[in-house]
């Protein structure tokens, strides 16, 4: 398993909402998205409530060909992933879309993040700057304690990236679209070939040998980064990124595998998946201080022996308008304190037979709360189905080609 956040996040939410759950897109008739977690229309929505100009954040968690993947492990790499993402913010604070595509051939998790606290509509960013170094551990966990394919692994490094690896040559490829060679993609295979060679001749043997060679054929180092290396040419100013395989910070050829006994892989397996595991807990308690307080939920602003005092409330009580003082007096007299829960006291009386003059404003409160609650989910089915209809109509109504 590997992750990958998407450089974008600007503009509306329509864009990015409708590319996951799109069912016209090459591929998709025979495998259509699935919708995991959360709603479309709302995470769309959101979106396009904030008006800063980074909106969202988006990425995907995609698996070898070869990697299998259950239900339980499905919804136990989505909760995980969440716990990092989301540490020391409650349910009603985020709110995140869950897609999964099987159509290019492989398992994949797509998510779409607004960048949105919900309780105070500050900013906030699930993957900032650096967020490798949190989910690097989230992804090592789960591909050493299920045996998946691991993109760190030197046994699968590649000395070249593959040219799908460019999304917008991929995305062309796909709809059939032919793609024409510029003179800055032949000067690049140029320079890769030359580089290629001394390689394979064992003259490059790491990343300071590669800025060597480029240099000794003229070109100038503009920037080097995690994974790639940046030039320029010098007769005509041209600009060329090489990135992957030898560009990369720390590569080394590839050594001859060793033979590993398959206890001794189990033993290597669990030693790792141990260490991972402290390692995966600090992650989120060093993300869940950031987050806490940065983002204070409403209701630990208070401290506790400030807490609001609420009456208990029987489940089969149903209030009523009309209903005198003495009825009330009659129902709350002689009650006792109840034990606080959460930081919030309830009390069903008060001594002396005292009126509980709030238990009705708070009964007739929390009915409004769960007609509200319905409300909102039935609005919610109601723009999902209608979205479905909107899909599925565009489909209908997509012009056809005819065969000549």
Known sequence: ??????????????????????????????????????????????????????????????????????????????????????????????????????????????????????????????????????FDVFRDLFNWREGWARPDDPARARDELPKKADLFKARMARWGKEIRESDRDRAKEVIHAFLKEKVARRLVRDREDVLNALKEQGLRINREGRDYISVIAPDNGMKMRFRGGFYVSGWTPKAAPEDETEEKKKKTARRMVARLQQDFERVIGKRAACNTKRYPAKWKQFPHEEALLLPQLQEDTIHDRNRTDVDAESETDGGELQRPIDGIQHETGRAGGQTNADSDGTAHLEAIVHRCQRSVQQLADLAGDLEKRRIEGERQNRPRMRMR
């Not at 996040?9 to 069912?23: A, F, H, I, Q």
């Not at 769309?44 to 800063?52: G, P």
């Not at 909106?55 to 989505?78: A, C, I, R």
């Open 1 to 134: 398993m590997l992750m990958k956040v998407f450089p974008h996040g600007t503009g509306e939410g329509d864009k990015p909402s409708r590319y996951l759950v799109r069912p016209d897109y090459p591929g998709r008739d025979t495998a259509p998205p699935q919708v995991l977690r959360g709603d479309p229309v709302m995470t769309r929505a959101l979106i396009d409530s904030i008006e800063r100009r980074w909106k969202f954040t988006s990425g995907v968690l995609s698996w070898h060909p070869d990697d299998t993947v259950s239900e339980d492990q499905k919804e136990e790499v989505m909760n995980a992933f969440e716990r990092v993402a989301f540490a020391g913010l409650e349910a009603d604070q985020r709110h995140i879309l869950w897609v999964r595509h099987t159509h290019a051939g492989h398992h994949e998790l797509h998510f779409l993040i607004p960048r949105l606290e919900l309780s105070s509509g500050k900013d906030f960013n699930a993957c900032p700057p650096g967020w490798h170094k949190g």
